[in-house]
Structure formats: structure tokens, C-alpha cells
């Protein structure tokens, strides 16, 4: 079984900054990408931002130059540190891992979401 922790969520003003954290745990032999997707009411899962064993990202447009990812590869946890925040940032984030388990499988895993609403 592997599990996906994410924490760090919660209320923020506009301009504000959030750092989220994802612990992934379990029968994981190895990790190949993390990412961060979210998802608003009423509209689908969109990738936010993901990074590879070897440290290369991607950012979706939308938050460039405002969002960084990053990851700690002993620790099977991966960051996402959240800076000039906008309400249309208002979401529930999900962690995201693709990875290959002890048993050999690869398949991705989800975390349960985490809340972050962006508001006056």
C-alpha cells in the first residue's frame, strides 16, 4: 500500500503566501514524477506544477513566476510554495506521485486534497 499526505492548506488573503507539503509512504521502491494539481468547484483537475526525479518542473501558465515546486527525494516528499496568491488560485490541491512499488508496479497515486481558499 502506499500513501499520499498533504498538508498546509487553509485561508489566505490576496498577495498572501501558502506552503504545501506531500509525504508519500509505503511499499515505494521508487518515485519518478511528483506534481500538484487542483481543482475548483464545478470545473476539472488541472496540473499546477511537477517535478522529476531530476529536479525538472513544469508550471502551469497560470501561476509562473508566482509558484515553485520542489522535492525531497530521501524523504519521498514533495513542496509547493505558493506566493502572490489571487482568488482564482482558490482550489483544492491534490498531491500527486507516479511511481513504481516494491512489487514492481507503476501506477500514480493521489493524495486526499487539501483546501486552499484565497479571500478577503
Known amino acids: 500500500q502506499v500513501q499520499l499526505v498533504e498538508s498546509g492548506g487553509g485561508l489566505v488573503q490576496p498577495g498572501g503566501s501558502l506552503r504545501l507539503s506531500c509525504a508519500a509512504s509505503?511499499?515505494?521502491?521508487?518515485?519518478?514524477?511528483m506534481g500538484w494539481y487542483r481543482q475548483a468547484p464545478g470545473k476539472q483537475r488541472d496540473l499546477v506544477a511537477a517535478?522529476?526525479?531530476?529536479?525538472?518542473?513544469n508550471y502551469a501558465d497560470s501561476v509562473k513566476g508566482r509558484f515553485t515546486i520542489s522535492r525531497d527525494n530521501a524523504k519521498n516528499t514533495v513542496y509547493l510554495q505558493m506566493n502572490s496568491l489571487k482568488p482564482e488560485d482558490t482550489a483544492v490541491y491534490y498531491c500527486?506521485?507516479?511511481?513504481?512499488?516494491?512489487?514492481?508496479?507503476?501506477?500514480?497515486?493521489w493524495g486526499q486534497g487539501t483546501q486552499v481558499t484565497v479571500s478577503s
Open positions: 500527486n506521485a507516479n511511481l513504481i512499488t516494491t512489487a514492481g508496479t507503476t501506477a500514480d497515486y
Open positions: 509505503g511499499s515505494i521502491f521508487r518515485i519518478n514524477v
Open positions: 517535478i522529476t526525479r531530476g529536479y525538472f518542473t
